[in-house]
């Protein structure tokens, strides 16, 4: 009787046993800072690892007695470079034959952007800086990624090509001018993409937007600069599935030329500053442990 009574109590007993949560053990504390977590004594004051040259390919230079930082006027202030993770270009010290080219990708029914920057030094090396992200409804940039990278030998030729394509002594913004005089309306839906120009002495900014001759203009431009940042990042990659071929917008623009249309400046569209003007004679840049 005794042994019946103790195995109906573990009978009993056994579904409240197999109920009971199995404790999980502790998640592991999630980090800012990408490296092991530091003694907090010291954190403020133990070296970090310094960044690889292809994510600050003009670090560490000093502006000379005549040299002036770049005014830029793209739509990315300072904060918002370093969201992205880079350098802001407000920044850069451009010497010589250097350029940066920028192009910022802003489709109006996604919050997927993406903003890429080539790097042409005076050394003859060329660079590219690729992000893409959630750029809405977060403090930041969510599901940033990205990459920083040595260009292949070859590319700062191309690059250094772009500076005399006519797109960056065209209008800030346009609208496309079938022939008749009068230019199509705003277009409220599709991609925008913010093209920027830095060398020594000045910045120029144009956009192109939605509609597809007005891209076509920037064709070389984007081609170039996109095609740079595929194939390094697969997650970069998947947002461009075409690759970077912007052949139709191309053959867009030249129909309308051929066809006696143009683009006319848009009537609310800021004024481009001055064309870049010479570096100065005789400049002596100032110290600096950048190449």
């Known amino acids: 009787m005794v042994r019946l009574t103790a195995t109906l109590l573990t009978l009993l007993a056994a579904p409240a046993l197999a109920q009971s949560p199995t404790p999980s053990p502790p998640a592991a504390p999630v980090l800012d800072w990408p490296w092991p977590a530091p003694d907090p004594k010291t954190w403020w004051d133990d070296k970090r690892p310094v960044p690889e040259e292809a994510a600050d390919p003009l670090g560490g230079r000093r502006l000379g007695r005549s040299e002036r930082l770049p005014a830029v006027a793209n739509g990315y202030d300072p904060l918002l470079y370093r969201l992205w993770g880079l350098q802001p270009l407000q920044n850069q010290i451009l010497r010589g034959e250097e350029m940066i080219v920028e192009v910022a990708v802003r489709p109006s029914t996604s919050a997927r952007q993406t903003l890429v920057r080539a790097t042409v030094r005076r050394d003859g090396k060329a660079f590219v800086q690729a992000r893409a992200g959630l750029g809405c409804c977060e403090p930041g940039i969510a599901r940033r990624v990205g990459f920083d990278v040595e260009a292949p030998a070859g590319t700062a030729e191309k690059l250094l090509a772009l500076r005399a394509d006519p797109l960056w002594s065209s209008p800030r913004e346009v609208r496309v ?115």
């Open 177 to 291: 001018d079938e022939g008749s005089g009068a230019a199509d309306v705003l277009c409220v839906e599709g991609t925008s993409y913010d093209l920027t120009l830095a060398m020594p002495g000045g910045v120029r900014t144009v956009r192109r937007a939605c509609d597809t001759a007005e891209i076509g203009q920037a064709a070389d431009v984007l081609e170039t600069v996109l095609g740079l940042a595929l194939g390094h990042e697969p997650r970069i990659d998947v947002i461009y599935p075409g690759g970077a071929s912007f052949a139709s917008a191309r053959a867009a623009y030249r129909s309308l030329l051929a066809g006696g249309g143009r683009l006319r400046a848009a009537p609310d569209a800021r004024p481009q500053p001055p064309a870049f003007p010479p570096p100065p004679a005789g400049e002596e840049p100032g110290p600096s442990s950048a190449p």
